[in-house]
């Protein structure tokens, strides 16, 4: 299982990006999908999730300004971001909890991580 993220670049103050986050491979079900982020200097934390059922958290740092969704049928997670601050920039991560075939287990769900993309977002 693989979870490919993109659509990070730079955009000015202001502005606005889409990120995307694909899932693929052997995969049974996504259930919790989620964005986070690291800045340079700071620890990852946790931008937005959202469940299987849509039902969404968010960071207070980006309640009304970013928007989570999902397109469970291409396994597919979006991030719609509006109103970008400089505080914003740090490379955006999409992790996903997967139910796959685990050898020797079975049916399980497993935590993935994507490889991130870069968000830069300039005064």
């Known amino acids: 299982v693989q979870l490919q993220a993109f659509g990070g670049g730079l955009v000015q103050a202001g502005g606005s990006l889409r990120l995307s986050c694909a899932a693929s491979?052997?995969?049974?079900?996504?259930?919790?999908m989620g964005w986070y982020r690291q800045a340079p200097g700071k620890q990852r934390e946790l931008v937005a999730t959202?469940?299987?059922?849509?039902?969404?958290n968010y960071a207070d740092s980006v309640k009304g300004r970013f928007t989570i969704s999902r397109d469970n049928a291409k396994n597919t997670m979006y991030l719609q971001m509006n109103s970008l601050k400089p505080e914003d920039t740090a490379v955006y991560y999409c992790?996903?909890?997967?139910?796959?075939?685990?050898?020797?287990?079975?049916?399980?769900?497993?935590?993935?991580w994507g490889q991130g993309t870069k968000v830069t977002v300039s005064s």
């Open positions: 992790n996903a909890d997967v139910g796959t075939m685990v050898a020797g287990r079975g049916f399980d769900l497993v935590n993935y």
């Open positions: 959202i469940t299987v059922s849509s039902r969404t």
């Open positions: 491979g052997s995969i049974l079900s996504t259930n919790r």
